[in-house]
């Protein structure tokens, strides 16, 4: 009988965020994103920099320390296209401190789309395209071959299951959302529908926000959460239900940047594989869990499911008029992008697809605004929209003149 088991998850991911760029820019600046010569503490290079030093080194130091300490303790991790490629040209030796835990041989890195993208909703070619091209950079950097599948913002539905299924992945994560499971609980291994080999990890959303949301919160009745106590819980969530594993998905940013330093998050980390192994459990990949596990049940999600906000659907990012002129608009052109030429349009079209674009945009002003506002580098959603949708507009213009050149 297979150990109880912890799934640690954390996913990184930095854009290349829109400059304020203007109307009068078109036709004139063709670079639209925010570097280093701006000036500004929203510029691209200050963020990574910033994360660098609060998020990622202090946590990949930790986390190489207990992967050398503990036997049993693992994890799995995302890491977007985009962050790596700032990476290299920022921070090379924050991207060789994700490549040194890699090399212990203990960490899973999980395949997803390049530019963090919605693309699987607007274009299943360009999807498989950016799936492709995400595996083939986590080859080059880190050279292990992903077998374990995430879509940006844990967003699913059947027919992404089946795709995965179909294209050889072992298993599939996504939210563990009360409607979706109804009587089921998410510390169990599930089938998705009409598959045949792929397995379903769904995230223990209580435990994991627990950690990723109300560990600083003073007001919060369990503060300050220690690591026993948290060990505890996750015991208690496994006992209730006879459960397998705890699935606890976040954003690697936990870990310093959403979480600072001051509030203990370290000390928790640093703790939690003595506390929970000691009592007998054990830590697994998210590809491991699969295989270990034999599924409890299928699972039927029609309707799409992501990680994001009270609603856990698709609306953070399409649910306004602004959002949906947006993806509309930059999806119409695929094809005319993809027969370009121009290599630096393509790219700046693809990291134009990166959802953070459209969420930067959203309007949801209640239950999860603030959570919107903490992330967004703009003033307003109607800032992000004018400037994303601006440089769409100059994209298109040199769509044009390359395609007129090449006609001449």
Request: some cysteine.
């Amino acid at each position: 009988m297979s150990k109880k088991a912890v799934v640690l998850y954390l996913h990184a991911h930095q854009p290349w965020r829109v400059k304020p760029y203007s109307a009068f820019d078109m036709g004139v600046d063709h670079f639209y994103f925010n570097d280093e010569s701006d000036g500004l503490d929203t510029n691209n290079k200050f963020i990574i920099d910033k994360v660098s030093e609060k998020s990622y080194l202090p946590t990949n130091a930790v986390l190489k320390d207990l992967l050398l300490k503990y036997p049993d303790f693992k994890v799995s991790l995302s890491i977007t296209g985009t962050l790596i490629e700032q990476l290299e040209a920022w921070r090379p030796d924050v991207l060789k401190s994700f490549q040194e835990i890699v090399a212990t041989g203990k960490v899973e890195i999980v395949a997803e789309t390049y530019y963090h993208s919605l693309a699987f909703f607007y274009s299943r070619a360009e999807f498989v395209r950016q799936v492709a091209a995400h595996a083939q950079k986590i080859r080059d950097v880190f050279g292990v071959s992903p077998t374990a599948f995430r879509n940006t913002e844990l967003s699913y539905n059947n027919e992404l299951a089946k795709w995965a299924d179909e294209a050889g992945y072992k298993a599939i994560i996504t939210e563990g959302w009360d409607p979706i499971l109804g009587w089921r609980s998410p510390n169990y291994v599930y089938k998705p529908v009409q598959t045949h080999n792929i397995k379903l990890l769904m995230k223990n959303y209580k435990l994991s926000d627990d950690v990723a949301f109300r560990f600083s919160d003073k007001n919060w009745s369990s503060w300050p959460l220690s690591a026993p106590t948290f060990s505890h819980w996750m015991s208690e969530s496994l006992h209730a239900d006879n459960g397998d594993i705890v699935n606890l998905f976040m954003d690697y940013e936990t870990f310093g940047e959403h979480q600072w330093a001051d509030t203990g998050i370290f000390d928790f980390l640093r703790s939690l594989p003595h506390e929970w192994t000691s009592n007998g459990g054990t830590f697994k990949t998210i590809t491991q869990a699969a295989e270990a596990y034999e599924p409890a049940d299928e699972v039927d999600i029609h309707h799409t499911v992501t990680w994001a906000d009270t609603e856990r659907d698709l609306t953070a990012w399409t649910g306004n008029a602004m959002q949906q002129d947006f993806m509309h608009s930059l999806f119409s052109i695929e094809s005319e992008v993809m027969q370009c030429d121009d290599v630096s349009i393509v790219a700046d079209w693809r990291k134009l697809t990166t959802s953070d674009h459209p969420y930067y945009m959203c309007t949801k002003w209640f239950n999860d605004g603030d959570v919107h506002a903490y992330f967004s580098p703009y003033t307003s959603p109607y800032d992000a929209f004018t400037y994303s949708m601006n440089a769409l507009r100059d994209l298109k213009l040199r769509l044009l003149w390359s395609q007129e050149g090449r006609n001449n």
